[in-house]
């Protein structure tokens, strides 16, 4: 499995911006595409964005496109999430992880968790 750590996080006003980093281990992570979940308090986990192994393939929850970029750095076995104009309905704990595209549909393929970011917009 691939081990992931999540940075990044923190408390931001509303309009603000945040970048997140991802740290992934294994030797195969160039052949990964990922993505980006987020988990509200009292609410399931939900994709935010996805990136293909090429980088190729960018796809984004309609609830952060325009705001959000996410982008790779194999050398570094690294993803990150650029977020710009920061609502409080952005508050959730984010997370990394392998994931797949079919359509519109993105899920995560590996059962492992990191423990996530917590990201915190107030108003």
């Known amino acids: 499995q691939v081990q992931l750590v999540e940075s990044g996080g923190g408390l931001v006003q509303a309009g603000g911006s945040l970048r997140l980093s991802c740290a992934a281990s294994g030797r195969t992570f160039t052949s990964y595409s990922m993505g980006w979940f987020r988990q509200a308090p009292g609410k399931e986990r939900e994709f935010v964005a996805f990136?293909?192994?090429?980088?190729?393939?960018?796809y984004y929850a309609d609830s952060v496109k325009g705001r959000y970029t996410i982008s790779r750095d194999s050398a570094n076995n690294s993803v990150y999430l650029q977020m710009n104009s920061l609502k409080p309905e952005d508050t959730a704990v984010y997370y990394c992880?392998?994931?797949?595209?079919?359509?519109?549909?993105?899920?995560?393929?590996?059962?492992?968790w990191g423990q996530g970011t917590q990201v915190t917009v107030s108003s």
């Open positions: 992880n392998v994931a797949r595209r079919l359509g519109r549909t993105v899920q995560s393929t590996q059962a492992y």
């Open positions: 990136i293909s192994w090429s980088g190729g393939d960018i």
